[in-house]
């Protein structure tokens, strides 16, 4: 391996990356979660759509599909099953389910929500504003100038981007430069961005209307979700559009992708969604006994009234949603069991924080242990 | 549509809506993106269901 080391522009690899050691450190370098799409605790590998028109639905851990219309792609780790690139096992993929033409305010998008706690030291909305650099590898049935996006939370400040795929069905190595914001709108949850709340979005456009396009490579004011004229993917009935390795760093240059253990990752995914059950069974009730359900002693506090506690394995952003999933039924509940093993099915979250939560049944005689799965979403 | 839980154990004041689309319990905190959504519903003038007798 070959190395030049230089005192003005730092460590420069073989591979002409070059990593100006102070600024960008060599690991723990990448601002987004889940850049290589390991991690689908929600859907464990199915395919996912958009059932309600202008939401964004969660796919892959961390990124999200945005959809002005339901019914026009799906998103599936590994979709197609087509060959990672080198290095790589799993791959966000999307199909487009029709050909659609889309209108000047519509949209269609994959994005990455980053918190503030993750970017603050790119010191945006400052003079001293960090330029970054953005890599993916990216794969598609089409040709042609396709776009993207970085852009506030707020939805004040955005700067449109395009990249180039030449042969189609092979996968692409991009790199964009961005120049930091000196605008002073990265910050959405009061003076600093230093905080849990969202400070901005990385998105890849799919299909972006006219209305809500904008100059590719500047700043624009408002929020711009991909360049004018980019490629709609949802334009072509059964188009694909594969992406995977995708980093964000500071530095001008793009340098190799940061490896994470799958443990390491799995936990920062934790962070916005975790799950009671098995890591590649997709949340559900009435999936039976014995699949991993948590079991817990049901406590008595006053009457007929009982509580069970579960903590998380990784702390929350911030006070968790729950959800309760009846492992013989489907309701959003638990099974209370007396020491007959008899269950009477029911309870409710009793309140949550970003450390767990509790489960209170009031109307159950006798209960001694509690049955049942749970989500917790603390997501951007 | 959503719906008032009742109080927690040793609580005075209710602390979370529930989802009825998917019986998530949301709690009543501004960072939680699923609290800001209730809020902009309730903003467009609806109302939640009662918390169960």
Redesign the interface.
């Known amino acids: 391996m070959s190395l030049i080391i230089d005192g003005t522009n730092g460590v420069t690899f073989n591979d002409s990356s070059l990593q100006p050691a102070a600024a960008s450190p060599y690991v723990l370098k990448n601002k987004l979660i889940n850049g290589a799409m390991v991690i689908d605790q929600r859907n464990a590998g199915a395919s996912v759509a958009t059932t309600t028109a202008g939401t964004g639905t969660y796919t892959l851990d961390r990124w999200q599909y945005y959809a002005s219309q339901t019914s026009k792609f799906t998103v599936q780790q590994n979709a197609g099953s087509v060959t990672p690139p080198t290095g790589f096992n799993n791959y966000l993929g999307c199909t487009s389910s029709s050909a659609y033409s889309v209108l000047s305010t519509e949209l269609f998008l994959i994005r990455q929500a980053i918190e503030g706690f993750n970017a603050s030291d790119l010191a945006w909305g400052t003079a001293n504003a960090k330029t970054v650099t953005l890599s993916f590898q990216v794969y598609s049935s089409l040709t042609g100038t396709f776009g993207g996006a970085i852009y506030n939370y707020l939805g004040t400040r955005s700067y449109p981007f395009s990249y180039t795929i030449s042969s189609a069905n092979t996968w692409t190595q991009i790199s964009i430069t961005i120049a930091g914001d000196t605008s002073a709108s990265w910050t959405s949850g009061g003076s600093s961005s230093n905080t849990n709340s969202g400070w901005g979005y990385i998105s890849f456009n799919l299909g972006c209307g006219s209305a809500v396009s904008g100059t590719t490579g500047v700043w624009n004011s408002g929020t711009a979700f991909g360049p004018t004229g980019a490629t709609s993917v949802v334009g072509t009935n059964g188009a694909t559009w594969y992406i995977t390795g995708v980093q964000l760093e500071i530095g001008t240059t793009a340098t190799p992708f940061e490896r994470r253990l799958y443990n390491q990752e799995l936990a920062n995914c934790q962070r916005y969604y975790e799950k009671s059950f098995a890591i590649g069974t997709a949340p559900a009730t009435n999936l039976g006994a014995g699949t991993g359900d948590v079991i817990l002693s049901a406590n008595t506090t006053v009457g007929n009234s009982y509580v069970s506690t579960v903590s998380f394995k990784v702390t929350k952003r911030t006070t968790a949603t729950v959800t309760l999933y009846n492992r013989q039924n489907a309701s959003n509940d638990w099974s209370w069991y007396n020491s007959a093993g008899t269950a009477s099915n029911g309870g409710a979250v009793g309140s949550s924080s970003d450390n767990g939560f509790y489960c209170q049944y009031t109307s159950v005689t006798t209960a001694t242990v509690v049955a049942g799965h749970w989500t917790a979403s603390a997501e951007l | 549509m959503y719906k008032l839980?009742?109080l927690?154990?040793g609580?005075t004041e209710i602390?979370?809506v529930?989802?009825l689309s998917?019986?998530?319990?949301?709690?009543f905190?501004l960072?939680?993106?699923?609290?800001q959504a209730y809020l902009k519903w309730i903003e467009e003038g609806n109302t939640p269901l009662p918390a169960e007798e």
């Open positions: 839980t009742n927690g154990f609580q602390t979370s529930i989802r998917d019986g998530a319990c949301i709690p905190d960072a939680n993106t699923d609290y």
